[in-house]
Structure formats: C-alpha cells, structure tokens
C-alpha cells in the first residue's frame, strides 16, 4: 500500500505506535458487512460495523458491533446512561463524523463522542473495523481499539 493510500485510521494508529494490519478491496458502497468478511476471508464474528446514534438529550454515542449482528437500542440506551437513543440520519454522518456511510471508524472522527464496542470483542485476538474509507479496513487487537477510541465493553446487541 503506498503512503498516499493511508486513511486518517492509519495514520492515527501509526502515531499512537498501535500494531495493524490494513486491507483493501474494490470499494462498493452496495456490500453487506458479511460480503465484506467473506472478502476478507474472515469470520464475520470478527469483523464489525460502526454505528452513530443520538440520545434524547442531543449527545451523540458510538457503536461497535460484529457486522452480522443489530444494535439492540434499548441495551445501547443503557449502556450509554440514556433513556432513549436513535440512530442518526445517513446525510448527518459525513458532517459530524468526518466519514461516509460504508466507511465509518470509531477511530479518528472529527470529535471523540462516548464510544461502546460489543462484549464478545473480548473473546477475539484480533478484530476488524472500517480504516475510515469504503474499501478499507485494519485489523487490530479490541483492547487496542478500546484504548485508541476509548472504549467501553458492552452488551449492546439483540
């Protein structure tokens, strides 16, 4: 991969001196997050989406959760200490985050919102999460993840 192919992701483990693994692939928008692991050729119990929500009190929350699972909303209420949350809108993500749809990271937004990874990230010694890009990923350990993005653990899915 030459330099100029680095996303924000990279370069954002890269200054934190966290051990990764990139891949890319052609990017397709279109791709589910299990066609995606099946690129990769990975579990897809490995490899996890990320989800932006707002709480009712206009706080945003970040989630991440295996690809083949759903965001249960009332455990992500919980988890986050809100009553209610909601996920947020496609066109709002590009603005708040700095990422499109398809290319959300936990790492590397434009403002660190309180983020959540799923408890079986735990059972796994490496995991995968977007680079920040469509059509690129790093593969990295969760508790470098859950350091770099300063995440909690947490029961967050149906």
Not at 43 to 50: C, L, N, P, Q, S
Request: hydrophobic share 40%; with cysteine; charged share 25%.
């Amino acid at each position: 991969m030459k330099n100029s192919d680095k996303t924000n992701v990279m370069r954002v483990l890269e200054q934190k001196k966290i051990a990764y693994n990139s891949y890319s692939y052609e990017p397709d928008p279109t791709k589910t997050g299990e066609e995606i692991a099946a690129i990769l050729h990975e579990d897809a119990d490995r490899v996890f989406k990320t989800l932006v929500t707002q709480g009712k009190a206009g706080q945003y929350y970040v989630f991440v959760v295996p690809v083949k699972e759903e965001l249960d909303l009332k455990k992500a209420a919980k988890a986050a200490g809100e009553k209610a949350i909601a996920m947020i809108h496609q066109k709002e993500l590009l603005p708040l985050t700095g990422y499109v749809h398809g290319g959300c990271s936990p790492i590397g937004m434009k403002k660190q919102f309180p983020t959540f990874i799923h408890v079986s990230a735990r059972n796994l010694d490496r995991m995968f999460v977007s680079a920040g890009k469509v059509g690129f990923q790093v593969e990295l350990s969760p508790e470098d993840l859950a350091e770099t993005a300063r995440c909690t653990f947490a029961d967050i899915i149906k």
